[in-house]
């Protein structure tokens, strides 16, 4: 069973870190990158702000936000919370079965 899945189950890194320092050639590399689209995600409608702008602060200079979108509705957004409710339940009950098939 892949325990970052099972919500019984933090998803922290356990291992061990290792910092390395890029060379020359793979900073030039990296700064080369272009990424068209970020999917920013909030576990909840209302810590979407909080969370937006805490990701902006990090990222400082190196992304520009061009659009935003959210829920247009109240009614949007809480269907949109019984559809993510939902597939935790789902994701639950197939930790459960996969458990029992071990």
């Known amino acids: 069973v892949d325990n970052s899945l099972c ?3 933090l998803a922290v890194w356990e291992g061990d870190t290792i910092h ?17 689209g970020v999917l920013l ?5 209302s810590s979407l702000e909080a969370r937006r702008k805490d990701f902006l ?3 400082k200079e190196v992304i ?7 829920a247009t509705s109240q009614s949007i957004a ?6 993510k ?3 935790l339940q789902l994701r639950s009950q197939i ?3 996969l458990v029992m098939v071990e």
């Open 78 to 83: 809480s269907s949109l919370d019984q559809v």
């Open 57 to 59: 602060r990090k990222m």
């Open 85 to 87: 409710q939902e597939a």
């Open 7 to 9: 919500p019984s189950h």
């Open 41 to 45: 995600v909030a576990p909840t409608a």
């Open 95 to 97: 930790c459960e079965e």
């Open 20 to 36: 390395v320092k890029p060379t020359a050639e793979a900073v030039i590399a990296l700064a080369q990158i272009k990424v068209s």
């Open 64 to 70: 520009s936000m061009s659009k935003e979108q959210r």
